[in-house]
């Protein structure tokens, strides 16, 4: 068992986390991550040998990512600059060599137009996994963004498996057997289940 797994409380993020490892060790995108503190899913799976993309644009929590995961890529950018380089689309086609497992999108109301620059038809840039966390402040006076935004990922042949008022977390269809295994929050606190012998980039 991974160190950091005891501290997700979330009966979300450990859903996630168990259907994800039991698949083997893959790829994330992390939108704002934060702190990388144990309470962290993508530091949970950093520590379970994954690797992955992290942008965050407020200088401390960077240089922190820096120090505890120097093996992925940490980037100082926020969506939605509108530029080939440093549009998510820009981002995946220079560092994804294989498929996005996970994409965890943080501070909504900051990063929901960096969402409609992925291209959903391209097998690679496709997220299996994308999880969204709700910024409330923001929707506080944008009540209508979670939905406007889930919509649009549904469009895109996406599965809403998990959702409360904080956290919607939708897998894309042609993974069922993955939209099966995320939907059992019922076994959240359960250990955590062992790899499968398959790798988990392949379709």
């Known amino acids: 068992m991974s160190y950091s797994y005891q501290f997700l409380s979330h009966p979300i993020y450990r859903a996630v986390l168990r259907a994800l490892v039991r ?12 702190h990388p503190s144990t ?23 960077l240089a922190y990512l820096h120090k505890v995961r120097p093996n992925d890529i940490n980037l100082s950018l926020q969506l939605g600059l509108h530029t080939s ?14 498929s996005i497992h996970l994409l965890r999108v943080n501070r909504l109301g900051k990063n929901s137009d ?17 999880m ?6 923001y929707l506080n006076f944008h009540p209508e963004q979670t939905e406007l935004l889930k919509d649009y990922v549904l469009a895109q042949n996406y599965t809403l498996v998990l959702f409360d008022p904080y956290i919607t977390v939708l897998v894309a269809n042609e993974h069922p057997l993955l939209v099966a295994q995320v939907s059992q929050i019922n076994q959240a606190n359960l250990a955590l289940p062992r790899a499968s012998f398959w790798k988990i980039g392949r379709a």
């Open 23 to 34: 698949n083997g060790a893959g790829c994330y995108i992390d939108i704002n991550p934060l």
């Open 39 to 61: 309470h962290s899913l993508t530091n949970t799976l950093y520590e379970m040998g994954w690797l992955g993309i992290n942008l965050e644009p407020v200088a401390d929590y």
């Open 85 to 98: 380089e440093f549009s998510l689309l820009g981002i995946a086609k220079q560092y994804c060599q294989s």
């Open 114 to 130: 960096g969402l409609s620059e992925l291209d959903w038809r391209n097998p690679v840039q496709r997220p299996w996994v994308l």
């Open 132 to 137: 969204i966390e709700n910024d409330q402040q």
